[in-house]
T-cell receptor, first 114, second 115 residues
Framework: DVKVTQSSRYLVKRTGEKVFLECVQD?????MFWYRQDPGLGLRLIYF???????EKGDIPEGYSVSREKKERFSLILESASTNQTSMYLC?????????????FGDGTRLSIL | AQKITQTQPGMFVQEKEAVTLDCTYD???????LFWYKQPSSGEMIFLIY??????QNATEGRYSLNFQKARKSANLVISASQLGDSAMYFC????????????FGTGTSLTVIP
């Protein structure tokens, strides 16, 4: 089974802090994604990556950056955390070139910015 | 542009009854896949079922089936014999060939199963 592991289930940080959310997958997937989830808004794509050192902006990249130095690891960085970034963050991975394959998700990180 | 619409923010169903969760989609790509996910209150997203645009038959996985009506661009999830553990958020998603790597999600439907 595919395993996507997010470093924290719950995280509390203060405004202005630099926050790192880590995600690791163990199935050699090319594609990795970061979403944020807010009630009534569904999943919104922040960034995705289809290869090492490659990244693409999603729908809401402002205030975030990402890093993918190794194929299995995709990090989301909040450069200077703000209260409006309090949310649930979900990491996912998928195979490239396989439209019948689903995304596989981590358990999510509930981030609170105080 | 790809778009997924789920018009039911919340649904209730009696235990052991069947329930249908609606999903419509919009794409100009003839090759696409449709996915349903379940998200319990604990937060993890669980993949349930897949339907390909060229599949001739509706997909089924245990108590889950997909009512795929291609001409109407709908892909409704049917859960038969509802159980209390089915209470969760359900998301419909699409992946189209011409946008390769991206998935597009609806806003979700919250299902509550009543004993």
């Amino acid at each position: 089974d595919v395993k996507v592991t997010q470093s924290s289930r719950y995280l509390v940080k203060r405004t202005g802090e630099k926050v790192f959310l880590e995600c690791v997958q163990d199935m050699d997937h090319e594609n990795m994604f970061w979403y944020r989830q807010d009630p009534g808004l569904g999943l919104r794509l922040i960034y995705f990556s289809y290869d090492v050192k490659m990244k693409e902006k999603g729908d809401i990249p402002e205030g975030y950056s990402v890093s993918r130095e190794k194929k299995e690891r995709f990090s989301l960085i909040l450069e200077s955390a703000s209260t409006n970034q309090t949310s649930m963050y979900l990491c996912a991975s998928s195979l490239a070139g396989a439209p019948n394959q689903p995304q596989h998700f981590g358990d999510g990180t509930r981030l609170s910015i105080l | 542009a790809q778009k997924i619409t789920q018009t039911q923010p919340g649904m209730f169903v009696q235990e052991k009854e069947a329930v249908t969760l609606d999903c419509t989609y919009d794409t100009s790509d003839p090759s696409y896949g449709l996915f349903w996910y379940k998200q319990p209150s604990s937060g993890e997203m669980i993949f349930l079922i897949y339907q390909g645009s060229y599949d001739q038959q509706n997909a089924t996985e245990g108590r889950y089936s997909l009512n795929f009506q291609k001409a109407r661009k709908s892909a409704n999830l049917v859960i038969s014999a509802s159980q209390l553990g089915d209470s969760a958020m359900y998301f419909c998603a699409m992946r189209a060939k011409n946008t390769g790597n991206q998935f597009y999600f609806g806003t979700g439907t919250s299902l509550t199963v009543i004993p």
